[in-house]
């Protein structure tokens, strides 16, 4: 009897307590469920129902870009919006006068999670779907953009992504030199849209594999992909009438701080100096104007070069790229070359406050196959000024301009020219 009353009394002392709070539960790699702790099980805390998973560990994480936008273009290449209520100025022609816009952007809405298979190697997934001002997409056009697998020492110092994986460059960028495509993507991703102009020579995911090496002096990463990108509403595919890839790379070297650490810094905290080289070379390369097994495939190839400097106090970074791309059929399409300059910094005044500055130069000359005549398809520069505050670790608000000025038809009176204002949220967990 005493047993029992015993057993009662403990019985409604847990009840009491999972009712006020959450039960911590345990999972063993056979979908066992524990109450007590152990090295090799996943801690689940759930007061309904255990998660089971094969995987050593789960890693939930998400990354979210939100805010209020406001783009004021000045003259565009392309007919008027009809719904457009504006007033267009003396002396500009209505038909080539694009529409103010404003509204609230869901630029990125990352929500991915890491399945561990031990200390390092893992499966990731992460999905996203995006409204940006202009943007025909539904908030309900959710994509994939990133499903790869990461198995670490596959070479000396060397682990390999093997999927939708990152590219060895925009990756980099974002995590060591330009930290807020919130806002603003990086120089080489920039396209024609409402809130952008830019030479948008890559993206920064592809179905390929990228293979990762990190040493004190020297990281480096070398990607096979088929080329065209993760975007879902690409026109055609690399491999659907070709087999020829696109080869990728970055090299740094680690001046000050290790190449261990690369992209894993706290730059309020810590110093550090890389010097990168970075390139692209993809055949039979198409864009989202290009149909598939038709004359206006290109080989497209780019190379650059990238410094940045950090310390507590402020960042600088540089960098340079020559791009080319050479039409497959000379007698149809013609060719392009690219040249751009961009270049960052950002101070940290006080403690949770950044001041941003950017400025961007770009050139694409449109190149006739038949007479190697040379003729402006776009020339032009970008400024931008923000203002970040970081209202605790998971949470930063910027507010931020952009003053662009582009140019079209040899000096043509058409082009990209806008200003663009933004107040963006920053939510990551």
């Known amino acids: 009897m005493k047993k029992i009353v015993l057993s009662t009394i403990a019985a409604l002392a847990v009840s009491a307590t999972s009712l006020s709070a959450a039960q911590q539960f345990y999972v063993d790699e056979k979908g066992q469920v524990f109450t007590t702790s152990a090295s090799d099980r996943i801690a689940i805390e759930n007061k309904e129902s255990p998660v089971l998973s094969k995987a050593k560990s789960l890693e939930f994480s998400g990354t979210h870009y939100f805010g209020y936008t406001s783009a004021d273009p000045q003259t565009t290449s392309s007919a008027a919006d009809a719904d457009a209520k504006v007033t267009v100025p003396v002396g500009i022609d209505t038909a080539a006068y694009a529409a103010r816009s404003s509204g609230f952007e869901l630029r990125r809405n990352y929500v991915q999670v890491k399945g561990f298979f031990n200390d390092k190697d893992y499966w990731r997934v992460t999905m996203d779907t995006t409204k940006e001002l202009a943007s025909s997409k539904s908030y ?71 293979f990762k090496t990190r040493t004190d002096f020297v990281s480096s990463e070398i990607g096979v992909f088929n080329g065209e990108g993760y975007h879902a509403d690409k026109k055609a595919a690399n491999q659907e009438n070709d087999s020829k890839m696109s080869v990728e790379w970055r090299l740094t070297g680690h001046l000050i701080g290790s190449g261990t650490k690369v992209g894993k810094q706290d730059r309020t905290k810590d110093t550090y100096a890389h010097l990168s080289t970075f390139g692209l070379i993809s055949h039979n390369h198409k864009d989202d104007t290009v149909a598939q097994g038709v004359a206006g495939e290109y080989d497209r190839a780019f190379y650059g070069i990238h410094a940045v400097y950090n310390q507590p106090l402020f960042l600088v970074a540089a960098q340079y790229i020559d791009a080319e791309d050479k039409a497959r059929n000379t007698a149809i399409t013609d060719g392009k070359e690219y040249d751009v300059v961009s270049i960052n910094a950002e101070i940290r005044p006080m403690t949770d406050w950044t001041i941003i500055g950017r400025y961007d130069d770009y050139k694409i000359d449109k190149v006739a196959n038949t007479t ?54 920053e939510v990551k967990w």
Do not use: C
């Open 140 to 210: 309900a056009d959710v994509f994939v953009k990133y499903a790869y697998l990461y198995i670490d020492g596959v070479l000396p110092y060397t682990g390999v992504e093997f999927g939708i994986a990152h590219r060895p460059w925009i990756d980099y960028e974002e995590h060591n030199g330009w930290f807020y495509r919130s806002f603003n993507k990086v120089v080489v991703e920039e396209k024609g849209t409402a809130t952008e102009s830019g030479v948008d020579l890559m993206n920064s995911a592809d179905l390929g594999a990228n």
């Open 372 to 425: 190697g005549v040379k003729t402006v398809s776009a020339d032009g520069t970008k400024v931008i000024a923000g203002l970040a505050y970081k209202y605790n670790k998971n949470v930063t608000f910027i507010g931020s301009g952009k003053f662009i000025d582009e140019e079209k038809a040899n000096g043509g009176d058409t082009g990209q020219s806008k200003d663009v204002y933004m107040l963006t949220t």
